[in-house]
């Protein structure tokens, strides 16, 4: 049958809802739904999806209830390329059965997985995560599509939630945790968050949705460019501009902001106002001004929606209090190695620390030394009039080796900055450490991993052909 007839026989069979249902010659409506489902199964592993539709139609008519048989039917009518009816099933058993988790999550995941909206999704799987007698998987299905629809303070939350209640493993928590903490530093979120990394929004400091527009449509319409606008939590207009481009994988789109323009001039224009840029796609702003403004504009009596698009948090390796990039020079003091970078910071909340991270040369394995806190405040560190900060690398921390070193800052144990130079290697004997030869191969030893052993300790790879006389059936 051609996709077209199939997709007609699927309506058809959605049409006749209590008809007789008569297939290969055999009417089905007297049986039972054990009987149906196994017929049902059958036409899916000989690859008769239709008719595997037609029997779930009659298991639903029998036990609406069923939310398997709408689920299982809604899967193979999409797999058929009919979308839109695919969805109409999920919304009868959400009809049929408004007190299943279950039946919420389904479409739910539909609409996010399948169709990748996850704006249309979260409506239906925040139904599914509150009801009783949900699956486990709901509650994360749920978090991640908090985190795409650009609310990470409550997907933080709800994996937060999660491990409390042990319904994930705590890596697994851990690590969905962080991803939700990097995304709400984001600068735009940050303003349109009120500064929250985990829970409600702050009501008070948070900047209000006031519009979105989208424009630069590619080939296929879908668009490339998106503009929302804030304003204050009661403001009669906007008083920020964040510009926005897309990422797509696979059918799911995710929007990285590019630039931030705020209406410091109160005269309803943009043009003329400072633009902060993302210019590395961190989600953390470059182009801020050097610190004495920075400090300046921040000590203003302005509102927090607006001091946050003008003058966000920012956490910057080897610039100085000028703006200007200061290199990193390691030292050997007393047989370990020191690193003292220029940093900048501008946060007055959360948790801030400096650490080094080094990956073995020839191993190719990764160590995380011990973080160094940092005060918060605005401030360059490592200057004059700034507090201290130095990354001291230990042989008791070093097993003998060669290792090349990155800087890294963390706020809440998120990486908000990292950098790497390639006359950053040190080697350890074990005893003492220096400062070593810079390699040529050195620059790409983070993205080089060691080769996995084979699972039985064989050749890792196939065999080039058969044994001696082995021959293919049936050869002479």
């Given amino acids: 049958m051609s996709v077209t007839g199939a997709l007609g026989a699927i309506w ?28 049902s199964d059958k036409y899916f592993h000989d690859g008769e999806y239709v008719k595997s539709v037609n029997i779930l139609r009659r298991v639903v008519e029998v036990d609406p209830g069923d939310v398997e048989a709408y689920a299982v039917a809604a899967w193979l009518i999409w797999s058929l390329g009919d979308e839109p009816s695919a ?55 749920y978090a991640h599509c908090l985190l795409a629809v650009e609310e990470p303070w409550l997907a933080a939350a709800a994996w937060t939630r999660m491990g409390q209640a042990n319904e994930a493993p705590p890596g697994v928590v851990t690590n969905n945790r962080r991803q939700a903490w990097a995304s709400a530093l984001r600068s735009d979120l940050q303003v349109r968050s009120g500064g929250v990394m985990e829970g409600p929004v702050n009501d008070s ?15 296929e319409g879908r668009p490339g460019r998106t503009v929302v606008w804030l304003a204050e939590p009661d403001g009669p207009r906007p008083v920020g501009r964040v510009t926005m481009a897309p990422r797509r994988v696979v059918n799911k789109v995710t929007w990285h902001w590019r630039t931030m323009t705020a209406d410091q001039n109160n005269n309803g224009r943009f043009d003329d106002d400072p633009v902060l840029v993302d210019s590395d796609d961190d989600g953390i702003a470059e182009s801020i001004p050097p610190l004495a403004q920075l400090r300046a504009q921040r000590a203003e009596s302005i509102s927090p929606v607006m001091r946050r698009l003008v003058a966000p948090d920012r956490y ?15 030292t050997v003091e007393d047989g370990a190695v020191v690193l003292v970078p ?83 290697v040190v080697e350890s004997d074990g005893h003492a450490v220096r400062v070593g030869r810079p390699q040529p191969d050195d620059e790409g030893v983070w993205e080089r991993f060691a080769a996995p052993p084979a699972p039985d300790g064989g050749p890792t790879g196939p065999p080039s052909g058969p044994p001696p006389g082995a021959r293919r059936p049936g050869a002479v």
């Avoid at 400091?205 to 080939?219: G, I, K, N, V, Y």
Wanted: net charge positive; proline share 7%.
């Fill in 87 to 141: 969805r109409q099933w999920l919304k009868s058993a959400v009809a049929a059965n408004p007190a299943s988790s279950k039946a919420y999550s389904e479409l739910g995941m539909h609409l996010y997985d399948r169709v990748g909206d996850a704006f249309l999704a979260l409506p239906y799987l925040r139904r599914a995560e509150g009801l009783p007698e949900r699956h486990l998987t709901v509650a994360r299905l």
């Fill in 205 to 219: 400091e948070a900047a209000r949705l006031w519009a979105r527009t989208t424009s630069h449509p590619d080939r």
């Fill in 342 to 424: 220029a940093l900048v910071i501008a946060c007055d909340q959360g948790r801030l620390a400096l650490r080094a991270v080094v990956r073995d040369t020839a191993k190719l394995e990764s160590r995380e030394l011990a973080d160094q806190p940092l005060p918060l405040g605005v401030y360059a560190g490592n200057e004059a009039t700034g507090p201290g900060a130095r990354v001291i690398l230990r042989a008791a921390d070093l097993p003998a080796g060669r290792y090349v070193v990155a800087l890294e800052l963390l706020r809440e144990g998120v990486v908000v900055d990292r950098k790497v130079c390639p006359v950053w």
């Fill in 12 to 39: 058809l069979a959605t049409l006749l809802l209590g008809s007789p249902l008569v297939i290969d010659g055999v009417d089905v409506t007297t049986w039972t739904p054990q009987q149906l489902w196994a017929q």
């Fill in 316 to 330: 910057e390796l080897e610039v100085d209090g000028r703006g200007w990039y200061r290199p990193t020079v390691p």
